[in-house]
């Protein structure tokens, strides 16, 4: 069943706008409370926030990707773990177009869904049927679980075992697997996120023992063809790897602003100058700025490029995916340069739990550390430079 939600949902920058104004005041209660508090999940739900990469068809904004950037920008400059979130439910709404229209609508058709999920195969599904419903037996175990505290829906990877036991081969030869879809009751979830940075992401270890999940909501996001729409023609882990770059970039713009608002009036110990009248400030503040501003230009390049092509030619090429993973990848480390360069301007001031320079440092460090804008990119997307043969089916 199609629904048109279009015209209800706010403007998804304003939207962007209204929460981070509500976020103000709140980055230290969310870190101690280690994941949202509901009452800002379900505000982000309200206004449209986690349906950027909804289809239209089924109530979302189906959005360029560069607004998905520019709204968890807005968020992340007053705090990376409510812009995490966002980015984390919005991508996981792109499922949606992978599923047929009733069960799309029967999972995100209510507008204040969120859904959660790990792309990562941790889990295992032997085919299987219950009460007539072909389906699977899934069980595993999955870390990193970022807004599953808050989320209706929870999605887990998993590979798909045939009756030896042994993993089935997709055609692009990797072992099958698909996205298992599950209702948040049928999932454990295990208290395991404290850490450094991020800190009120919830990104929690979650399980399933034995559950079973029929065949429809049951997706390939490698195999299965989603809607013929631009926007699905962006391979999930690039949209994945987007979301990153944008929440580094809002850190990194949090962070030079809150240097330049501390600059003025702060004279560093052994100064007669204030910090903004000294050559090194001016400096640092500078590099900063060309280093955001740089690595931004170039991924919105990219992703323009790439919805040009999707929404001439209905698909995008290997050097499109090849260019978004590496400008993403690119804008994030460029975030934490600049991020650094504005913490150690800050001197003593950014070491104090109050200071907004400490946690934007934490959390884009954290950043740095996801899978999708690891060093391995480099490798990977200088082996198809190089002309060198390279399996593309994760790029």
Not at 21 to 30: K, V
Not at 144 to 170: C, F, H, Q, V, Y
Not at 321 to 336: G, P
Request: with cysteine; aromatic share 6%; net charge negative.
């Amino acid at each position: 069943m199609a629904i048109d939600m279009q015209a209800a949902l706010p403007d998804p920058l304003a939207a962007a706008d209204t929460y981070a104004a509500a976020l103000a005041g709140r980055s230290e209660e969310i870190e101690r409370n280690r994941f949202l508090p509901q009452d800002l999940a379900d505000l982000s739900a309200r206004l449209g926030l986690h349906r950027l990469c909804i289809p239209a068809a089924h109530g979302g904004h189906e959005a360029h990707p560069m607004v998905l950037v520019e709204a968890v920008e807005r968020l992340a400059r007053i705090d990376g773990s409510a812009a995490w979130c966002v980015f984390i439910g919005s991508t996981s709404g792109m499922v949606a177009a992978f599923l047929a229209p009733d069960e799309a609508h029967a999972i995100f058709g209510d507008p204040m869904t969120i859904a959660a999920g790990v792309f990562a195969p941790r889990g295992t599904a032997m085919h299987a049927e219950e009460k007539g419903v072909s389906g699977y037996r899934v069980s595993g175990r999955w870390q990193w679980g970022s807004g599953s505290r808050n989320a209706r829906w929870i999605m887990g990877g998993t590979l798909i075992l045939g009756p030896d036991g042994k993993p089935e081969m997709a055609p692009q030869g990797l072992p099958q697997n698909r996205m298992m879809i599950f209702p948040a009751e049928q999932v454990t979830l295990h208290d395991t996120w404290d850490v450094s940075g991020l800190c009120g992401t919830g990104s929690t270890d979650f399980e399933v023992s034995d559950v079973f999940v029929p065949a429809s909501r049951a997706v390939s996001l490698l195999g299965d063809r989603p809607l013929a729409r631009p926007l699905y023609c962006f391979p999930t882990f690039g949209l994945l790897g987007i979301g990153i770059a944008g929440v580094a970039l809002g850190l990194a713009r949090g962070a030079i602003d809150e240097l330049v608002g501390l600059a003025g009036g702060k004279t560093p110990q052994g100064s007669a100058k204030p910090l903004a009248a000294r050559a090194k400030a001016q400096i640092d503040v500078s590099e900063a700025e060309a280093l955001v501003r740089s690595a931004r230009a170039w991924l919105k390049e990219t992703i323009d490029a790439a919805w040009d092509a999707a929404s001439r030619d209905g698909a995008i090429t290997v050097e499109h995916r090849r260019d978004i993973r590496l400008a993403t990848t690119h804008a994030v480390r460029a975030a934490a340069r600049a991020v650094d360069l504005m913490y150690m301007l800050g001197g003593g001031s950014s070491v104090y739990r109050g200071s907004a320079l400490q946690r934007h440092f934490r959390d884009v460090h954290v950043a740095t550390q996801h899978m999708m804008v690891s060093e391995a990119t480099f490798e990977l997307t200088g082996r198809l430079f190089l002309g060198v043969p390279t399996n593309t089916a994760m790029l």
